[in-house]
Structure formats: C-alpha cells, structure tokens
C-alpha cells in the first residue's frame, strides 16, 4: 500500500511540481507599434504567467486610449474634435497630457505634444515628408500654449483649426510605469518590462542587478554602453529608430518644435530615473535641446541622470554620474 501511494505521489509530483515552482518567465509581445519585453521571477508558473499576462492587456488598454491611429481612442477623439469643441477625457490621458505641458514649461518648448501638427505630415517608413512650405505653415501650429486644459471639467481644447497632438514621446514611459504598478498588485518583487526604448526595472535579476544596454546608433545590434541597474527607468531616444536617409540628410521621429525638422545635434540620449513616464519624455526633451541645454536641464532635476551620445559618437554623462576629485 505504501508502495503504491509513494509511487502516485511521486507521479503527481512530477506533473505539478513545474507548475508550482518559482522561476524566471520571459514573453515579448508587439503592441502599441513597438515591441513589449516583460522578464519577471514568480513563485509559480500560473502566477507568472497570469502576471505577464495582466501587463500585455495593460498596455493594450494604454493603446487604445492614446494611440492616434484608432479611430475610437480618446485622442483621437481629440485630434478630431477639440478645434471645434472641448472634449473630455479620461483622468489617465488628462493627467499625462498635463505631465506633457509641465516638461513643454521646463523645457523652453522642447517637448511639445503639438508637434504633431507638423509630425502628421512625415512617413519615414515611406521616405515620405512635406515641402518647405508646407511644413513652415504646419510648424506654425506648433505650440504647447495653443493647447487649453480645464482641469474642472476635465476638457481638452485647441486654440487653432489643423492642430494635433501625439503622445508618441511619453505614452509609452507611462505604460511601463502602469505594468510596473499591476506587477506590484499581484505580488511580483523581480520584474523588467520595457516598451521599444523605455524599461523599467521592479527590484534587482536576483542577487544581481539587472543589466542593460543602451544601443550603438551607428552599429546595429551592438551596445555603446551596458549599465548595471536596479529599481530604476531608462529610456533611450536615437534618431536610429524611426528615420530615412536622403542626399545624406537624415530625416527621423524627433522633432525640433521650432522648425518642424529633425532634431540633429545628437545621435541618442538615454535618461535615468525613477519613473519611467519621465525618462520617457525626458530623453526626447534632451534630444532636442542638445548637449549644452540638455544636460543642464537634466542637472536641475533631482534624481535624473543622462549619458548622451552625440554626433560624433562621444559620450556624456550628467554630473552624478561622473567621478568627481572629491569623490
Ligand atoms: P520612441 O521610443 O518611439 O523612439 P522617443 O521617446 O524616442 O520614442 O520619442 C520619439 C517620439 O516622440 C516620436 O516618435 C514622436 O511621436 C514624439 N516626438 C517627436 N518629437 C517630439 C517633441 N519635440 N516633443 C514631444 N514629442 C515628440
Ligand atoms: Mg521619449
């Protein structure tokens, strides 16, 4: 009798042991146009996977409330109507497109969520974009101030017929930073989720860091750099992600809100913080202000850090982030 209840057991154990052991998942999943990475450590199988799998709906939920290609997303809603009407929104896409003005404020109108007046008109993928004229007058639409916020009513209104905003510079930081908190909810103590350049690491890989690596822009699939890190964001901007290459001229997704054009003083810009809705927005912030501006700007800013590469493929570093003679 013994014999045969040993046995059994030993039977079941082999069927749920894998079931309930703790162990590394990994799932990659393309949502919001980019590809969402998410690594955690789970102490069964079933959680983990059910984990992963509240993080992938998530950022599909994310995705139809921000993109500006579904028709029935709210800022579509917005881009279609608020010329005419103030529209209300969510408390979600209310608050970051809020988060969005603070960084336009702090920035001189560096990051500017109007800049799509004049980003509509670009199709890199096609090494499409519009003549001087053209985009001068779209560029003139251009301009945070033009965008009324009604925090009572919750509303979102444009001073100007033909303007647009995306969010393509902050949304996706905001996602990561909503899977990070639905990881928590369930328990989760070891996570990494990014969304294309934005990651966010929840505790460490481990008894050891997580390690990243931040992309060479001129050298696909090698890394420039590789940075040990724990409980913290980071997020890349390159103008190697999203560009065409004409008469020598490279045209990408980062645009100077000035003149409509790509941003061209740097190659990429990866920023270091706790959240990563402001890495996010921060590394496109940078990237258009440049070296000099950028890293002061970054400076100012408690708890923010950034490595720069700049256009002739030399790093910099803000100042925590280099030894001093002190140190
Ligand atoms: P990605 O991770 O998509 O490469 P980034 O964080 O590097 O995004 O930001 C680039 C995106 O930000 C662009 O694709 C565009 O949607 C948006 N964007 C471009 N220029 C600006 C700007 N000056 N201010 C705010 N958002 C911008
Ligand atoms: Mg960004």
Redesign the pocket.
């Known amino acids: 009798m013994n014999v045969i209840i040993n046995r059994w057991m030993l039977i079941l154990l082999c069927v749920f042991v894998p079931y309930v052991q703790a162990e590394w998942l990994h799932r990659t999943e393309a949502i919001m146009g980019t590809e969402v990475v998410v690594d955690l450590w789970a102490e069964s199988v079933s959680d983990g996977e059910q984990a992963i799998a509240a993080v992938m709906a998530d950022m599909r939920r994310i995705e139809s409330l921000m993109s500006p290609y579904i028709e029935s997303s709210e800022l579509f809603q917005v881009n279609k109507l608020a010329a005419e009407n103030p529209v209300t929104v969510s408390q979600e896409l209310f608050t970051l497109i809020e988060k969005s003005l603070w960084y336009s404020k702090i920035s001189d109108g560096a990051f500017d969520i109007t800049f799509a007046s004049a980003g509509k008109l670009y199709d890199y993928r096609a090494g499409e974009r519009p003549d001087d004229n053209t985009l001068e007058q779209a560029a003139a639409l251009i301009d945070y101030k033009d965008l009324l916020l009604d925090k009572k009513s919750r509303t979102i209104a444009f001073k100007h017929k033909g303007m647009r905003i995306d969010l393509g510079?902050?949304a996706k930081?905001h996602a990561v930073d909503s899977s990070i908190n639905v990881l928590r909810q369930r328990g989760i103590q070891a996570a990494a989720v990014s969304a294309g350049g934005?990651s966010r690491m929840l505790g460490s890989r481990g008894d050891r860091p997580w390690v990243i690596g931040i992309k060479h822009p001129r050298a696909e699939g090698k890394q420039a750099v590789k940075i040990p890190l724990a409980d913290t964001a980071l997020?890349t901007?390159g103008d190697y992600e999203r560009f065409y290459i004409e008469d020598g001229v490279r045209y990408h997704h980062i645009l100077d809100p000035r003149s409509g054009k790509s941003a061209s003083s740097v190659q990429s810009v990866s920023i270091l913080s706790p959240l990563s809705v402001d890495s996010?927005?921060l590394?496109?912030t940078v990237f258009v202000m440049g070296i000099e501006k950028g890293l002061a700007l970054v400076n100012r800013l408690p708890g923010i850090d950034a490595i720069i590469i700049d256009g002739d493929g030399k790093l910099h570093y803000s100042d925590d982030l280099l030894l001093s003679d002190k140190e």
């Open positions: 510079g902050i930081g934005d997020s901007s996010d927005a590394s496109t």
